[in-house]
């Protein structure tokens, strides 16, 4: 089974270009596929992959102070629903 998370969360993103190459990174070593929306004022993800590797994901973007509350929605499914 493919987990499903989806979550946004406002904070202030001063480092908007930073954050989207390290989230985009940290997508990349984990094999997820979805998107991930970064703004000034917060983020707004939708990612699909096996468990261990969203939990790793939320785990890294977690260590980050300002997403350390981040509240997110989970399914699952067969495939992933995503294409990139």
Do not use: C, Q, W
Request: negative net charge; aromatic residues 8%.
């Amino acid at each position: 089974m493919i987990e499903n998370i989806a979550a946004y969360h406002f904070t202030p993103i001063e480092d908007a270009d930073a954050l989207v190459a390290r989230l985009r990174a940290s997508a990349a070593v984990h094999a997820l596929k979805g998107s991930v929306l970064v703004a000034d004022e917060g983020i707004n993800l939708f990612l699909a992959g096996p468990r261990a590797e969203i939990d790793a994901f939320l785990d890294d973007l977690r260590g980050d102070a300002r997403f350390r509350d981040l509240v997110v929605k989970r399914s699952r499914s067969a495939g992933v629903p995503f294409a990139r």
